[in-house]
């Protein structure tokens, strides 16, 4: 129920060596000047009590990254307004790219991954959504 992408799209193995660059579980940034967190798209199953989600990455803007950086660990960080982004992760299973496309990224009390919300999906989706990334091949990433 959840299928999740280890690094942005824009991540390259190269930039692990460099200084101005880092790439954690939850947070990426890339030579200095591109900010990223990592959140889960989280989609409730209809007929069920069970939610699929999606790890992807967002990019937000500087002044954006550095507050939500400053809050990751801090009691009461889910009460902040949500920070826009744009998404970088590439989802194989849909039939347009989802590579920038407007985000808002909601934070959650300190040890959760932020979220972003959207409707629901039936179990048969989720069914052809794995179906779809298991035999997808070396040509996908996630």
């Known amino acids: 129920m959840n299928y999740t992408a280890e690094a942005p799209a824009v991540w390259d193995s190269a930039f692990a060596d460099a200084d101005d660059c880092s790439l954690s579980s939850d947070q990426c940034v890339i030579r200095a000047q591109h900010y990223f967190v990592k959140g889960l798209i989280e989609i409730p199953v209809i007929d069920s009590d069970e939610v699929f989600s999606w790890g992807v990455w967002v990019s937000l803007s500087r002044e954006n990254f550095s507050r939500a950086a ?16 744009w998404l970088t ?11 920038n496309l407007k985000t ?3 934070t959650r009390p ?11 999906i039936t179990l048969d989706r989720v069914r052809e959504i794995a179906a779809s990334v298991l035999h997808a091949g070396d040509g996908a990433q996630l």
């Not at 992760?89 to 590579?99: E, N, R, S």
């Not at 300190?110 to 629901?120: D, I, K, Q, V």
């Open 89 to 99: 992760t590439g989802l194989p299973v849909y039939p347009a790219t989802t590579l």
């Open 104 to 106: 808002y990224v909601h």
């Open 110 to 120: 300190a040890g959760e991954r932020p979220f972003g919300e959207r409707t629901g």
């Open 70 to 85: 400053e809050l990751w660990e801090s009691p009461g960080r889910e009460s902040e307004k949500p920070y826009f982004g």
